[in-house]
């Protein structure tokens, strides 16, 4: 399994970016899996954002709710991030992957958000 994050970049305080990830090299597998955004910014561990169920329930952190929507299509093996109201503090590399993290898949490299204030 190769997990392909796109759609960072550097926005503004208050600005919007919407992250894809991509599941090449897996068939049915991907539908089966709870999905989650993961974010890792320098000097800190890597924390769950934002995840969604088989069924599309959806859970965020405290941190970003009402600020950021995930959502998915198994149909393109895709999992996506809307992120509004963007802050400094959500300056990290931006990774998806199972949620929760049991036998979870390589990690891919992830995409860089830079939130300038």
């Known amino acids: 399994v190769q997990l392909q994050a796109s759609g960072g970049g550097l926005v503004q305080a208050g600005g919007s970016l919407r992250l894809s990830c991509v599941a090449s090299r897996i068939t049915f597998t991907f539908s089966i899996n709870a999905m989650g955004w993961y974010r890792q910014a320098p000097g800190k561990e890597r924390e769950l954002v934002a995840d969604i169920s088989t069924s599309g329930n959806t859970n965020y952190a405290d941190s970003v709710k009402g600020r950021f929507t995930i959502s998915r299509d198994n149909a393109k093996k895709a999992v996506y991030l809307q992120m509004n109201n963007l802050k400094p503090e959500d300056t990290a590399v931006y990774s998806c992957?199972?949620?929760?993290?049991?036998?979870?898949?390589?990690w891919g490299q992830g995409t860089q958000v830079t939130v300038s204030s």
């Open positions: 992957n199972k949620a929760p993290l049991v036998r979870e898949w390589p």
